[in-house]
């Protein structure tokens, strides 16, 4: 499959799962944006994708503000003429009991998983809908399913959003654009959880970026619009 002339975006695209999936679009002739809220990281993650030869824009945006996304997605649609892919990847978790969450850590998660999907999808679905199409996969996670304690704020997040977008699939399919969302169970990143011992029974980042490819490359009478994807050899329990 080639993606040659195809337009992405993906936010938190500068470390984890982010930084795979735009490596993967990237690697199959897609002009890729990424953004983050740190410049170190944009920096870092551009010296290591622009290596490929592949073109790359950073942008400094935080889903969690919606005036920023309008700028950074008007940015690419200006510097590539377009807009075909959208990876709503920027998440957070912030894992603590209810009791003993913040008023603020809850309003940060849900701003920055729930919000700022609806927001980027807001802003790019004129510029999909200009292309006669394209794709928005978004990055939820086992945890929508299997919730489980000191997660609440995080879980309830990701269930929001598998119903945001199984509602927004069926707004916008008529136009073209296919949306999927993909629940992966633990990934070896920042993000997750140090625990003692290997990590290597962990998903890889780049397991999430070919189901991401794998997407994609779906002939477009067919809709995969929800995987599910975990390691297929975990610790046992007890
Ligand atoms: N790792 C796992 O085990 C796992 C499992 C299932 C699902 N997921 C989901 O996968 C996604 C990526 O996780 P990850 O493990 O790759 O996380 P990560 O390594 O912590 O990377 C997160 C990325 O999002 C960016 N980001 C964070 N807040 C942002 C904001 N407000 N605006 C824009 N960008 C922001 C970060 O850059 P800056 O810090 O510079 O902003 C970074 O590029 C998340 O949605 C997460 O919920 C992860």
Redesign the pocket.
């Known amino acids: 499959m080639t993606l040659t002339g195809k337009v992405a975006v993906v936010?938190?695209?500068?470390?984890?799962?982010?930084l795979a999936i735009a490596r993967a679009l990237g690697a199959r002739g897609a002009q890729v944006a990424i953004?983050?809220?740190?410049d170190a990281?944009l920096r870092a993650a551009v010296a290591e994708l622009g290596g490929g030869g592949a073109a790359v824009l950073p942008i400094r945006?935080?889903?969690?503000r919606h005036a920023e996304m309008e700028e950074a997605i008007g940015q690419v649609v200006r510097r590539f003429g377009g807009l075909d892919i959208l990876v709503n990847?920027?998440?957070?978790?912030l894992f603590r009991a209810v009791a003993d969450m913040s008023v603020d850590d809850w309003q940060t998660i849900i701003d920055?998983?729930v919000s700022?999907v609806f927001y980027c999808c807001r802003v790019a679905l004129p510029h999909l809908r200009a292309r006669g199409g394209g794709w928005i996969i978004n990055?939820?996670?086992?945890?929508s399913k299997n919730p489980f304690p000191e997660a609440a704020a995080y879980c309830a997040s990701?269930a929001a959003l598998n119903a945001f977008s199984e509602a927004l699939m069926q707004e916008v399919r008529y136009d073209g654009i296919r949306v999927a969302y993909i629940m992966?169970?633990?990934?070896r990143?920042?993000?997750?959880a140090r625990r003692p011992g290997s990590d290597d029974w962990r998903l890889s980042?780049d397991d999430v970026a070919q189901v991401v490819v794998d997407l994609v490359a779906h002939p477009s009478r067919s809709l995969p619009s929800a995987v599910e994807i975990r390691p297929s050899q975990p610790p046992r329990k007890g």
């Not at 936010?11 to 799962?17: A, F, K, P, Q, V």
């Not at 990055?139 to 945890?143: C, D, E, F, G, Q």
Request: aromatic share 2%.
């Open positions: 936010t938190g695209g500068s470390r984890g799962i982010g953004t983050a809220t740190s990281t945006a935080d889903v969690r990847n920027a998440g957070i978790g920055t998983n700022g990055i939820s996670s086992l945890a990701k992966p169970g633990s990934v990143t920042e993000f997750a980042p």
